[in-house]
């Protein structure tokens, strides 16, 4: 498999439930992302991951947890969301984060959550 | 603050020309990326801009001019795959994106 790869590609969930979203990327990339994405609004970048080494977290609460064992691997562990959790999870990579240049976000076609 | 200014939807013919408007206000400035994003897929890099003027690539060029804050992104001969959403971002001083809530194209016959 090329580029970056989530799953599961749809989940629904009721408040209670606990699960993980799985993010995968083949491209030798350094650095991680996780972002929500709202219908009409700006993506919100949720955490991020440099060489493995969590460097950002957005106030996010607590229910979302994330993961990142190796460089290739991102994981965001869900527990007791709200019904305003639903959304597009959308996983990037680039090379490294925060750097100068182009430095290309390369994203996975995203994980739809339904909280119910 | 910071923030990014775009169109919420966009209408255009088939064949014609359509420019995308994206006005930014960011701390500090570190370059200008344009992504496109069909309706449930990934959002895929366009361009990047980080100097005044005009990028051209293929049927897309994407424009900066610092001074006003200011970049748009023009589709030339525009085909029915175009239809999608257009994510404006700028970069801060801290090498931050910082997103539009994205631009929806739709292209008609």
């Known amino acids: 498999e090329t580029g970056v790869t989530q799953t599961p590609r749809h989940l629904v969930m009721g408040m209670t439930n606990k699960k993980s979203l799985k993010c995968e990327q083949h491209l030798g990339h350094n650095a991680m992302y996780w972002y929500k994405q709202s219908a009409k609004k700006p993506l919100e970048l949720m955490f991020v991951y440099n060489f493995k080494e969590q460097t950002e977290n957005n106030s996010v609460p607590s229910r979302f947890s994330p993961e990142c064992p190796n460089s290739s691997h991102l994981f965001l562990h869900l527990h007791t969301l709200q019904p305003e959790d639903s959304a597009l999870y959308l996983c990037a990579s680039s090379q490294v984060a925060s750097s100068s240049g182009a430095n290309v976000l390369t994203f996975g076609a995203g994980s739809r959550l339904t909280v119910l | 603050g910071q923030n990014i200014d775009q169109p919420t939807e966009m209408t255009a013919t088939e064949g014609a020309i359509v420019q995308i408007n994206c006005t930014y206000q960011t701390s500090g400035f570190n370059g200008l990326f344009w992504y496109q994003q069909h309706a449930g897929e990934a959002p895929t890099f366009l361009s990047y801009?980080?100097l005044d003027g005009l990028e051209e690539k293929g049927r897309f060029s994407s424009f900066l001019s610092r001074s006003k804050g200011y970049s748009y992104l023009l589709l030339k001969e525009l085909q029915m795959k175009d239809s999608a959403s257009y994510l404006c971002a700028g970069r801060d001083s801290n090498y931050q994106l910082i997103w539009g809530a994205g631009t929806k194209l739709i292209i008609k016959p």
């Open positions: 801009n980080v």
